[in-house]
């Protein structure tokens, strides 16, 4: 840092237009190819200035100014506590109410199915009716021939349309992408605020857990079930540019918890 404020404004000069990030990284990219001997001045300074930093910081949590941070930092914690477990509550909830939904959904749906066959069945029989009263009154119509170049068409067609349907069913929104503590394909996967992505049932049993709960087992960086968001077909163009690849490393330290 104490580099870069002195080469800053000499950045910026050779790279106007550039961002302020694109700059940090030029910045960066130089300071790695300094000698040991051109940084010494840096370090030097730094350690000079840690040192001075570490006696301030003990003359402070001597001070009344830190002990009254502490309560205010307690009391900032309980309230996140508290709101954690609202939360967990309001998501057991939730998942019940979705329960509940998805149950009422198969009813209706298996009633409808039950309407749809009768309906079905009385219009058959009003069309055979219709069939016999007018059979006297027309002529009967004869069947279109389909040439056999034709059918075969549409039999490729259908075969094609079939087999695209069974692709995408099998790759899903993810593709092959498989879920790293089960090994199976994911039927509902999400994503955490940090870009990693599992089934929606396994960041549940590990924010659950004591060791890592509500806390991404990779980052170690606070998160709660309600920080995922479930990726579909409808919003993955949104968020599969934010996907992190889940590294060895990510798996290592998964394991370890």
Known sequence: MLYCNDVR??????????????????IGAEWK??????????????????A????????????????????VLQKWNDEQMKNEKEDENNDNDNDK??????????VETE???????????RGKKRKHSADEDSSDLEPP??????????????????????????????????????????????????????GHVMEYSSWCNVLRNARTKNKCPFTKQKMTRRSLIKLDA??????KDKIVNITAADMMCLKEE
């Open 9 to 26: 404004a000499r950045f910026q000069e050779e790279n106007k237009g550039m961002k302020i990030s694109q700059i940090s990284k030029l």
């Open 141 to 194: 119509q004869k069947k279109r021939k389909i040439s056999p170049k034709k059918k075969k068409a549409k039999k490729k067609r259908a075969k094609k349309a079939k087999k695209q349907q069974e692709e995408e069913e099998e790759t899903g929104i993810l593709g092959k992408m498989v879920d790293i503590m089960t090994g199976e394909k994911m039927k509902q996967p999400a994503i955490s605020p940090y």
């Open 52 to 71: 001075e930093w570490n006696e301030k910081m003990i003359e402070y949590k001597k001070s009344d100014e830190y002990k009254a941070y502490l309560e």
């Open 97 to 106: 109410n979705e329960d509940n939904k998805d149950k009422v959904e198969e």
């Open 234 to 239: 409808d919003n993955i163009e949104e968020h």
């Open 111 to 121: 009633e409808k199915s039950e309407s749809d066959k009768e309906n079905e069945s």
């Open 33 to 50: 190819t300094l000698s040991d001997e051109d940084k010494k001045q840096y370090v030097d300074k730094s350690a000079e200035l840690r």
